[in-house]
């Protein structure tokens, strides 16, 4: 939601920004606001590229406002804290994902599905705050979240894949009853055979993203059972031939951006 009189703008952000629909980044500077007293200050080390990158760079939904600074796959550490802030202390390892705040009184967000809530969440990017300003994603030195938008960081198909893609070849992989669960944007629309879900009781759902608590739960079973993510870790300064890679298909792991040591 909007940010209260305690959040004044302030400290420089260094960043990588798309200018117009070329999608082009180039280094940009801007000015965060203040940690408020409910909010924590993050320093960004890592940002994962995904393909709402693209989207959003490349003004593909027609609705982004430049400069735009993506990313929303954000890991960091904490380097302020509000007052009231208890979960989380200075020198904390977290986790920052699409969303920055919400309304945080409704009933979805008490059930901590914050990103369902029912007066729309501020996206971390290109989101917009109730007085007009625009966030910036993780393409930069550090962001300002409400302490309810972090993690902590340590049998169906989730289909994670964008573009398009058939759906019949792996719905009958799942078991009696089983679910694939969309979580990814395969295009304007998807084509299933309808044997595909009659034979087997089978059922595809979807989710954006899912909130706090299921979130802190995967990321504690993922650290428990040591599933760890492939990736490759790139600087900076290699986002642009990134994103065009992504576009292509031309990629093997999740791209993910060296903040803490290639930002200058």
């Not at 801007?30 to 909010?39: I, P, V």
């Not at 490759?232 to 040591?261: H, M, S, W």
């Amino acid at each position: 939601m909007s940010p209260s009189s305690d959040k004044e703008m302030s400290k420089n952000c260094h960043a990588w920004a798309a200018r117009d629909d070329s999608g082009l980044l180039f280094p940009y500077e801007f000015e965060r606001r203040a940690a408020g007293s409910d909010d924590v200050s993050v320093k960004i080390t890592h940002c994962g590229i995904c393909y709402a990158d693209v989207v959003y760079t490349r003004n593909k939904i027609k609705n982004s406002v430049y400069p735009l600074v993506p990313g929303h796959e954000i890991v960091g550490i904490v380097e302020e804290v509000g007052g009231n802030v208890g979960k989380f202390k200075i020198g904390d390892h977290v986790g920052v994902g699409t969303y920055l705040d919400s309304c945080k009184a409704c009933e979805n967000c008490e059930d901590a599905q914050e990103i369902y809530c029912l007066r729309g969440v501020t996206m971390t990017i290109n989101g917009t705050y109730e007085d007009g300003s625009i966030t910036q994603g993780g393409y930069s030195s550090f962001i300002v979240v409400h302490e309810k938008a972090l993690s902590k960081t340590l049998d169906f198909i989730v289909d994670t894949a964008s573009g398009d893609h058939p759906f019949d070849l792996y719905l009958p992989l799942l078991k009696t009853g089983g679910v694939l669960a969309l979580v990814g944007y395969p295009g304007e629309e998807i084509k299933v055979s309808p044997l595909s879900l009659l034979m087997g009781m089978r059922t595809v759902s979807g989710s954006s993203v899912g909130g706090t608590k299921r979130t802190q739960q995967m990321l504690e079973f993922c650290s428990q059972h040591e599933i760890y993510p492939d990736v490759e870790v790139i600087p900076i300064q290699y986002a642009n031939e990134a994103l065009e890679r992504l576009q292509k298909g031309n990629v093997k792991y999740r791209f993910v951006i060296d903040i803490e040591n290639s930002l200058e």
